[in-house]
């Protein structure tokens, strides 16, 4: 044999090597390829459940979000026509209640000096009285100095 005869031997073992090796590597990758798609193929199936579940979540958890807007828009407009209302009902008798008022206490008074007794007489201690919603309060008594 020849040198060149023991150099394409040679060479011709090298790739026969070097193919066995790709062919190796090709086989691992084809199984790795193969376990990926089953791994892919499992998640689907449990990932499509799941993602229906969360779609009739949030689908659910919308229409409760749009129940509380309705809501607190009920409670908005009810707020303000109460505060429309109390604004209306002081302006429309909270005049009047204290001219009411007024004219009742200018009447007790006026009772109270045609009963009064003769001026030689000594005069009693008056009392103040405050009128409240239909009630008659009595107030403090002032203490007569001593001198």
């Not at 060479?11 to 084809?30: D, E, G, K, M």
């Not at 206490?105 to 007794?117: D, E, F, I, T």
Request: no cysteine; net charge positive.
């Amino acid at each position: 044999m020849t040198g060149g005869e023991v150099a394409g031997i040679l060479v011709a073992v090298f790739w026969a090597i070097l193919v066995s090796f790709l062919a190796v590597v090709l086989v691992r990758l084809a199984q790795t390829l193969k376990a990926t798609t089953r791994l892919v193929a499992e998640v689907t199936e449990q990932a499509v459940p799941l993602l229906a579940d969360a779609s009739v979540t949030v689908r659910s958890a919308q229409t409760q979000l749009d129940r509380v807007d309705a809501i607190a828009t009920d409670v908005q407009e009810v707020t303000s026509n109460a505060s429309a209302l109390s604004t209306t009902v002081a302006s429309t008798f909270g005049g009047p209640l204290v001219k009411v008022a007024a004219f009742g206490y200018g009447v007790r008074q006026a009772l109270g000096r045609r009963g009064a007794p003769d001026a030689g007489a000594a005069p009693e201690p008056a009392v103040r009285r405050t009128v409240i919603a239909g009630r008659t309060l009595p107030s403090a008594r002032r203490r007569k100095k001593k001198g």
